[in-house]
Nanobody, 129 residues
Framework: QVHLVDSGGGLVQAGGSLRLSCAASGLTSSSYTMAWFRQAPGKEREFVSGSSRSGGVTYYTNYYASSVKGRFIISRDNAKNMAYLQMNSLKPEDTAVYYC??????????????????WGQGTQVTVSS
């Protein structure tokens, strides 16, 4: 059975940093697209960042929403079945519940929540002004 466990959220002041972690079990993360989404109250779940396998076995391409590009960095440690989201220069508008997701998703469909098979439980990120 597949489980994704998100952690690392919290309360931080604007301009601060947080690092989210996603621990995967029951799957080999190296074979999957790993992504982060977020959902603010009253809003739809939106794509934040994704890491998709491209080319060779261990080559990945990272993608970012325009709103976080240059501030957030996605990474993965396939040996540990982990994915991370380093969030820097946080803004109040980054406040949301952040979800890790995994699936056999092509780069074309990377931003679509419906394409992912597995989800973490979410971790709250709150950025105060």
């Amino acid at each position: 059975q597949v489980h994704l466990v998100d952690s690392g959220g919290g309360l931080v002041q604007a301009g601060g940093s947080l690092r989210l972690s996603c621990a995967a079990s029951g799957l080999t993360s190296s074979s999957y697209t790993m992504a982060w989404f977020r959902q603010a109250p009253g809003k739809e779940r939106e794509f934040v960042s994704g890491s998709s396998r491209s080319g060779g076995v261990t080559y990945y391409t990272n993608y970012y929403a325009s709103s976080v590009k240059g501030r957030f960095i996605i990474s993965r440690d396939n040996a540990k079945n982990m994915a991370y989201l380093q969030m820097n220069s946080l803004k109040p508008e980054d406040t949301a519940v952040y979800y890790c997701a995994a699936g056999s998703v092509s780069a074309v469909d990377l931003t679509l929540p419906s394409q992912y098979n597995y989800w973490g439980q979410g971790t709250q990120v709150t950025v105060s002004s």
